[in-house]
């Protein structure tokens, strides 16, 4: 976990509860707030997914997520900015990432959170392995050296 | 030198090890890390072109010397979100 | 309040408690929510704020935005959308209204999310008074008579 | 024939009251009615422009003719959210 004044970022194993971090980006500056929410969905590359694991290389992803909390802090007017992962077995519907942006204005919240888990998907070293229903696995992205 | 590559994701698995320890000369970069990697393990060698270096948990070019005190992963394309 | 497996519109007297509203999205086919919070703000015009009062015309405020929900549906692939504003007299950083939108993929929700506030603040008849912290107090959008 | 007309924000504090009676000719519009409403309230002449007219709950035009059973309002610029 990386805490300051201004930004809050965590990987952790422990379930996401939403109402945790609502309390850290209250403030009489701001008057909007954009969250995002990531839930393990069961579908996946054309087949039903009964669960998810995450994996993460976790000093770099906290390392990478702070960096960019802090190109948001220099791209928009954002007042608090809060991003959490969780990793490990995900089964339906949990949440597996919660990013939360406020900021005087909505603009900037709604951009900023877009641009969060755009780079999310581009550039943190956290994985996720699809267990489909029929409980074979792949990792996504995962070549299939059958075919090639 | 001796260099240790953290794995991760679908390129553990296929190594069958969380690290890969190598011995490369000085000066040695990215690219003769992979070089000498893909001789090793044929099956990491589509993951290649499609991976990143982390070094000290900042992405960096294959063209960039490494030394043996690095943090050193191979980063296969990330899904996280 | 309307409500129908697909939508929830509300306008309320009530603190708003986002928790409430969450259970109402949760679905395995959904992937993404994006949730809009409207907070109290301690500054408009230029001026210190030290409350806001919201004026509705209830029955055709509560039409207009299940108009923007079905305008939602119509418009991306969206699976549930919550709309609860709140009325009377807020309070600083207390939260004035909550729009929430589950999809499969994230795009939609944020679309939709935005869709939905910008789309209040052109067309749904609810209406702004500032109180501001000298006592004085405005509607947003008042005409300055003095000064015509 | 007789038209209630609802006012809401500004314009209600502007006339003092939350609803008006107005006595139109049949078939008048949305237009009549702002003209015969500004006549007998000069205060509200400047939200005419950016004021718009709400029937049963939908925005119209100043054109369309009103009848006695419509419910009318007017919407000054609104601020929610």
């Known amino acids: ?148 | 030198m001796k260099i240790t590559v953290q794995l991760y994701a679908m390129l553990r698995d296929l190594v069958g090890s969380e690290t890969v320890t190598l011995d490369l000369p000085e000066g040695a970069t990215g690219s003769d890390l992979w070089d000498q990697l893909c001789q090793q393990y044929p099956s990491l060698a589509p993951y290649r072109s499609i991976s990143r270096i982390a070094r000290n948990h900042q992405f960096v070019t294959e063209t960039e010397p490494l030394a043996p005190e690095d943090e050193i992963a191979l980063i296969p394309p990330v899904s996280g979100g």
Chains 1, 3 share one sequence.
Not at chain 1, 22 to 47: C, S, W, Y
Not at chain 1, 137 to 147: M, N, T
């Open chain 1, 1 to 148: 976990m990386i805490r300051t004044p201004q930004y809050w970022i965590e990987i952790t194993r422990n379930a996401l509860v939403l109402e945790n971090y609502l309390p850290f980006i209250q403030d009489p500056g701001f008057g909007a707030f954009v969250i995002f929410g990531g839930t393990v969905r069961n579908f996946a590359e054309g087949k039903p997914v009964q669960a998810l694991f995450y994996e993460c290389y976790e000093p770099m992803a906290e390392k990478e997520l702070e960096r960019i909390a802090q190109e948001c802090f220099a791209q928009w007017e954002v007042g608090r900015i809060v991003i959490v992962h969780r990793i490990g077995l995900l089964q339906l519907t949990e949440p597996s990432v919660y990013i939360i942006v406020a900021s005087a204005h909505r603009a900037d919240a709604f951009a900023a959170a877009r641009f969060i888990i755009e780079s999310i998907k581009q550039r943190v070293p956290i994985w996720k392995k699809e267990i489909f229903a029929d409980n074979s696995s792949q990792w996504k992205h995962e070549i299939d050296l059958g075919k090639q």
